[in-house]
């Protein structure tokens, strides 16, 4: 008999507060300068996490920086080909919502985006090396993401921003062999994952075994082109920005976003670690959430 899961269920006590706070080097574009306001919002998310965020310009992190730290976080304000695969052998975990970069750190082997921007408005864009379609609000879960943590709970179709937008995307079948899917774009492209990640030892596209833990998140800056631009330089007015140039997150995107950072978090220097090792704890909700959630529209008993 299925579960129906309630407020009051759904929430499991945190079970050991960590004695320390983990460390993250957050690489963006330029340090010098204030970061974007979607960087700004992820260094936030990673500070709600429990880190100790340092900042970097992408032209001044090094490999010794990396392996200082418990977290590598590379923004996609970066230029993929400047950071290329200088973090590949870190022994910290890495996260990225930067598709470029993922190739270089053997994730993927063919990546893209899911943006109206580069799919119809970008002259020449590189579609022998990437794959574009569309802009998007949603997102699939992966069957086989049920009881991972980075699901955040969700499952089904999930829409994940407010209005259509750009969503960073790998060919399933170019994923290594330890790689597990948590979500897909919609039918008919749902060969297409949108976030995924690999354990430490699990087989890298290359078949060697991931330092340590490797996680891609889904969101994409460039939707609408060039991040650092307002919607007063867009041509494309359908695809313009929020003024404030953050990214729309809806409640279920920033929980698929606060799951990655939980995953790429070292378990042992977790803010609050979940006494269910499926669940993820949520900044957000101030407590462990489940990873899997049951329903009873289909119980016959």
Excluded at 55 to 64: E, I, K, P, R
Aim: hydrophobic content about 50%; some cysteine.
């Amino acid at each position: 008999m299925h579960l129906l899961a309630t407020a009051a269920a759904a929430v499991a006590a945190a079970a050991v507060v960590a004695a320390r706070a983990p460390t993250a080097l957050f690489v963006i574009d330029d340090a010098a300068r204030s970061p974007l306001v979607s960087d700004a919002v992820y260094r936030q998310m990673l500070e709600e996490a429990g880190y100790e965020v340092t900042l970097t310009g992408q032209d001044d992190a090094s490999v010794d920086d990396a392996d200082a730290h418990d977290l590598v976080v590379v923004s996609a304000s970066v230029l993929a080909g400047v950071v290329g695969d200088r973090f590949v052998n870190t022994t910290a975990n890495f996260l990225s919502w930067e598709e470029g970069v993922w190739p270089f750190m053997k994730m993927a082997a063919r990546t893209g985006a899911a943006s109206t921007y580069w799919n119809k408005y970008r002259e020449n864009p590189p579609r022998d090396a990437k794959t574009f379609f569309d802009s998007t609000a949603d997102v699939a879960m992966a069957a086989g993401a049920a009881g991972d943590a980075a699901a955040a709970g969700l499952r089904g179709v999930v829409s994940v921003y407010t209005m259509p937008w750009g969503v960073s995307i790998a060919d399933v079948d170019g994923l290594g062999a330890g790689a597990r899917v948590v979500a897909t774009l919609t039918a008919p492209n749902d060969a297409y994952a949108a976030a995924f990640h690999y354990a430490a030892g699990a087989a890298l596209t290359d078949g060697s075994a991931a330092p340590a833990a490797r996680v891609a998140a889904f969101p994409y800056h460039f939707a609408a082109g060039d991040s650092l631009l307002d919607c007063d330089t867009q041509t494309n007015d359908d695809q313009c920005m929020p003024a404030d140039g953050s990214v729309p997150f809806t409640a279920a995107g920033r929980a698929l976003v606060e799951a990655a950072i939980y995953v790429a978090t070292p378990a042992e220097l977790r803010a609050h670690s979940c006494k269910h090792t499926a669940d993820y704890y949520s900044p957000s909700a101030g407590a462990c959430l489940p990873s899997a959630v049951f329903d009873d529209d289909d119980d016959d008993d």
